[in-house]
């Protein structure tokens, strides 16, 4: 599986979009990207993949570019309880056995 | 409600004990995994399952067993052959393909 690079941490405004980062230079053709975050003292939440194209749903949004090097995680409006560790995951489809390699990840704080 | 119910939550276990941690799931997924994370860590696979009866070694199965009789559960025994126990324990399921891989809670384990 590709690796990926993301920020250490970055900062947000309560109320305003959260746009967080992902590397993924290595990433082949059928490898897609995850996100997850991780709040404390829990097990880790999905919020969004996508292969190629640009996908929504009602937690967030995925914007890949069209070399597939990057994404960019968005949270439309972040609140408080979007702070959380959130990692960027490629990975192959297809198989059960491909485990999710999490990374150091990103530690979001949204800030009032 | 769908979802992956862990138990307990958390768990004690005397030096030289057998503990088990139960993690079931009502999403009607065929594949199961059981995950550790230490503090501060990404998480790393123990064991999979891709079907009834079948179970394959993560990266870090030494001192771990599991079974899976049914598909709804992937019951987890950490055995006294596991020197350093104490860790937080997640279970995760999926189904094919691209589909991901969803958490429970988690199960917080210590020595006594």
């Known amino acids: 599986d590709a690796k990926t690079t993301q920020p250490p941490s970055m900062d947000c405004a309560e109320g305003r979009a959260a746009n967080l980062p992902c590397n993924h230079s290595?990433?082949?053709?059928?490898?897609?990207v995850y996100w997850y975050r991780q709040i404390h003292s829990q097990g880790p939440q999905y919020i969004i993949h996508g292969l190629k194209n640009n996908e929504t749903n009602e937690m967030a949004s995925l914007i890949i570019t069209e070399d597939r090097k990057s994404s960019t995680l968005i949270l439309p409006h972040a609140t408080l309880r979007d702070t959380a560790v959130y990692y960027c995951?490629?990975?192959?489809?297809?198989?059960?056995?491909?485990?999710?390699?999490f990374g150091a990840g990103t530690i979001l704080r949204v800030k009032s | 409600d769908g979802g992956i119910t862990q138990s307990p939550k958390y768990l004690f276990r005397k030096e030289g004990q057998n503990v088990t941690l139960s993690c079931e799931q009502n999403l009607n997924h065929d594949a199961m995994y059981w995950y550790r994370q230490d503090p501060g860590q990404g998480l790393r696979l123990i064991y999979y399952s891709q079907i009834v009866n079948d179970f394959q070694k993560g990266d870090i199965a030494e001192g771990y067993s599991v079974s899976r009789e049914k598909k709804e559960s992937f019951p987890l025994t950490v055995t006294s052959a596991q020197k350093n126990p104490t860790a937080f324990y997640l279970c995760?399921?999926?189904?094919?393909?691209?589909?991901?891989?969803?958490f429970g809670d988690g199960t917080r384990l210590s020595i006594l």
């Open positions: 290595t990433i082949s053709g059928n490898e897609y």
């Open positions: 995760a399921s999926s189904m094919t393909g691209s589909q991901p891989q969803h």
């Open positions: 995951i490629v990975r192959a489809s297809l198989r059960y056995g491909n485990k999710l390699v």
